[in-house]
T-cell receptor, first 109, second 114 residues
Framework: GQQVMQIPQYQHVQEGEDFTTYCNSS?????IQWYKQRPGGHPVFLIQ?????EVKKQKRLTFQFGEAKKNSSLHITATQTTDVGTYFC?????????FGQGTTLQVKP | DAGVIQSPRHEVTEMGQEVTLRCKPISGHNSLFWYRQTMMRGLELLIYFNNNVPIDDSGMPEDRFSAKMPNASFSTLKIQPSEPRDSAVYFCASNVGPGYSPLHFGNGTRLTVT
């Protein structure tokens, strides 16, 4: 079945450093959705990408969908302590959304 | 907008007992999803419904798990009998489906089976 692999599993950064998480698939993805889950919270939708090579920005966050639609990345510029949490990518196929394992980001002030 | 409502927030039960988790999706959303989250396996999709009909239950771990959606505003996930390895956070989510629309998650139910 459809699977998305996410790396790294954990990342510790100093506040102000950049952070990137990657999402990869062996098959072409119809779309990519990114979610953020704060500690003790629930996943919250951030953004969706559907077009090959698409790039979208939300303030310090940049989301990218690969040209072959088999990978995606989320890059955070100059991390802040409010960025702490687990970031999940997911892809929906026939209506069901399958998530990667997530990348947990820790930010040291 | 009330969001997706799950109950209870926490459930502690003994092995062998029946557990029922409840979910009220966002009004107007026609797809509903049950996920289980653990450290080992991350966010696993257990089952999803579209227009109250179960579409894919391939993620349901075994016969001890069952889910129903008797109407558009209510769903249950039942575990009978429960086992310690069922301990996890169970999330319900809904969206305007099928398709690519974002999922809206509830706050989850933290289940502990002793």
């Amino acid at each position: 079945g459809q699977q998305v692999m996410q790396i790294p599993q954990y990342q510790h950064v100093q506040e102000g450093e950049d952070f990137t998480t990657y999402c990869n698939s062996s098959t072409t993805l119809s779309n990519i959705q990114w979610y953020k889950q704060r500690p003790g919270g629930h996943p919250v939708f951030l953004i969706q990408l559907v077009k090959s090579g698409e790039v979208k920005k939300q303030k310090r966050l940049t989301f990218q969908f690969g040209e072959a639609k088999k990978n995606s990345s989320l890059h955070i510029t100059a991390t802040q302590t409010t960025d702490v949490g687990t970031y999940f990518c997911g892809s929906s196929n026939t209506g069901k959304l399958i998530f990667g394992q997530g990348t947990t980001l820790q930010v040291k002030p | 907008d009330a969001g997706v409502i799950q109950s209870p927030r926490h459930e502690v039960t003994e092995m062998g007992q029946e557990v029922t988790l409840r979910c009220k999706p966002i009004s107007g959303h026609n797809s509903l999803f049950w996920y289980r989250q653990t450290m080992m396996r991350g966010l696993e999709l257990l089952i999803y419904f579209n227009n109250n009909v179960p579409i894919d239950d391939s993620g349901m771990p075994e016969d001890r798990f069952s889910a129903k959606m008797p109407n558009a505003s209510f769903s249950t996930l039942k575990i009978q009998p429960s086992e310690p390895r069922d301990s996890a956070v169970y999330f319900c989510a809904s969206n305007v489906g099928p398709g690519y629309s974002p999922l809206h998650f509830g706050n989850g139910t933290r289940l502990t089976v002793t």
